[in-house]
T-cell receptor, first 115, second 117 residues
Framework: DGGITQSPKYLFRKEGQNVTLSCEQNLNHDAMYWYRQDPGQGLRLIYYSQIVNDFQKGDIAEGYSVSREKKESFPLTVTSAQKNPTAFYLC??????????????FGPGTRLTVL | AQTVTQSQPEMSVQEAETVTLSCTYDTSESNYYLFWYKQPPSRQMILVIRQEAYKQQNATENRFSVNFQKAAKSFSLKISDSQLGDTAMYFCAFMGPVMNRDDKIIFGKGTRLHILP
């Protein structure tokens, strides 16, 4: 199966714990993105990476960290510094230059709940 | 800074009717892309349609079409012969400038569309 996978689908965290959300793709896309979705807020960009071993902060990076050691993987860690982490998290990829260069494709998402 | 505004938080229409979702945006750029994404109850984000700003012709994809008014910075989505499966949240999105390596999408807050049987 080709595409973008996110795991787990549901994740529960106790206050004070760090958790890592997985995003894997086999589309051979260079760019990968993490978004947070809250009710009535649309999607907000957390971090993005255009190439391996390089990433940039988005609009709401505080309390989050990422790594990009492989082209296929872009895990997101939600740290204890994130004060309100309960949300739906979406990972997206973007193709290299070509027909669909400026289009993002999304994974199925992870619902994170803080207990 | 670019912004995207969807002025209709929620809409309902009868099945088989035509519905138009509104979107306006603000930018000083001339070269950019606009998108409509659909998020059904499964929460999977699906690209519905894409418009390049340099193209005057409005994009169409089967029952979905856009009315792109560049001077007015308006980008509405028309769904013809609406179906129950069109029930979803619809997001308008903007990406630009397209020659910048820093490709980021800005999303509106969404319009929740209900198709009634």
């Amino acid at each position: 199966d080709g595409g973008i996978t996110q795991s787990p689908k549901y994740l529960f965290r106790k206050e004070g714990q760090n958790v890592t959300l997985s995003c894997e793709q086999n589309l051979n896309h260079d760019a990968m993105y993490w978004y947070r979705q809250d009710p009535g807020q649309g999607l907000r960009l957390i971090y993005y990476s255009q190439i391996v071993n390089d990433f940039q902060k988005g609009d709401i990076a505080e309390g989050y960290s990422v790594s990009r050691e492989k082209k296929e993987s872009f895990p997101l860690t939600v740290t204890s510094a994130q004060k309100n982490p309960t949300a739906f998290y979406l990972c997206a990829t973007q193709p290299p230059p070509g027909l669909n260069r400026y289009t993002q494709y999304f994974g199925p998402g992870t619902r994170l709940t803080v207990l | 800074a670019q912004t995207v505004t969807q002025s209709q938080p929620e809409m309902s229409v009868q099945e088989a009717e035509t519905v138009t979702l509104s979107c306006t945006y603000d930018t000083s750029e001339s070269n950019y892309y606009l998108f409509w994404y659909k998020q059904p109850p499964s929460r999977q984000m699906i690209l519905v349609i894409r418009q390049e700003a340099y193209k005057q012709q409005n994009a169409t994809e089967n029952r979905f079409s856009v009315n792109f008014q560049k001077a007015a910075k308006s980008f509405s989505l028309k769904i013809s012969d609406s179906q129950l499966g069109d029930t979803a949240m619809y997001f308008c999105a903007f990406m630009g400038p397209v020659m910048n390596r820093d490709d980021k999408i800005i999303f509106g807050k969404g319009t929740r569309l209900h198709i009634l049987p």
